[in-house]
């Protein structure tokens, strides 16, 4: 894992489908699904999913800025989940499941809080943005079984409804961020 190359941890929901979305972001390296700023060392899916240890379902991102910006990752981050429903994306309910932006630099603090402003004053979501903007804390993996989990199983019920229509609103609203590799 190149060192050298900026990391960018979002939530947005269920990791299943922020992965299955940034997998697919040209310039992203790397797609590792995780628990962020919670209390609890190495906690396991069931004790985030208990609500109980303050985690975040989380993507973790290592990206080349060469190839896409902090300003792009974010704005298809916005796009495919709901930044208005506190500790909520759909059916998904829980802490766990908040939107955040957990920065390892500066400028993507800087970044998040512009395009949130922006967002907030075109009125995009027709709601406030709940988005919490912090500091990466406490990042662990998530188990092995979670990672690459729609590319995995892309018929299993929560995929086939839930992820999928985000892949493909993902695809249509941003051709020109596709990787090659990944259709259009």
Not at 74 to 96: E, K, S
Not at 156 to 182: D, H, M, N
């Amino acid at each position: 894992m190149p060192h050298d190359h900026p990391i960018l941890v979002l939530g947005g929901g269920c990791f299943w489908c922020t992965e299955a979305v940034f997998d697919r972001v040209r310039g992203v390296i790397d797609v590792e699904s995780g628990y962020s700023n919670g209390h609890v060392q190495r906690p396991s899916y069931e004790q985030v999913c208990g609500g109980q240890t303050g985690h975040n379902e989380v993507v973790r991102l290592v990206y080349d800025p060469t190839q896409v910006s902090v300003r792009q990752l974010l704005g298809v981050f916005f796009a495919t989940h709901d930044p208005t429903t506190l500790n909520r994306q759909g059916n998904d309910v829980g802490t766990q499941y908040r939107s955040g932006v957990y920065f390892t630099a500066p400028e993507q603090e800087r970044e998040a809080r512009a395009l949130m402003a922006e967002l907030a004053q075109a009125g995009t979501f027709g709601a406030p943005l709940v988005t919490e903007v912090l500091p990466l804390a406490n990042y662990w993996p998530a188990e092995a079984y979670h990672q690459d989990y729609f590319k995995q199983h892309p018929d299993q019920g929560y995929c086939s409804f839930v992820v999928g229509p985000k892949v493909a609103k993902f695809r249509k609203q941003f051709k020109e961020l596709l990787k090659p590799e990944a259709g259009a």
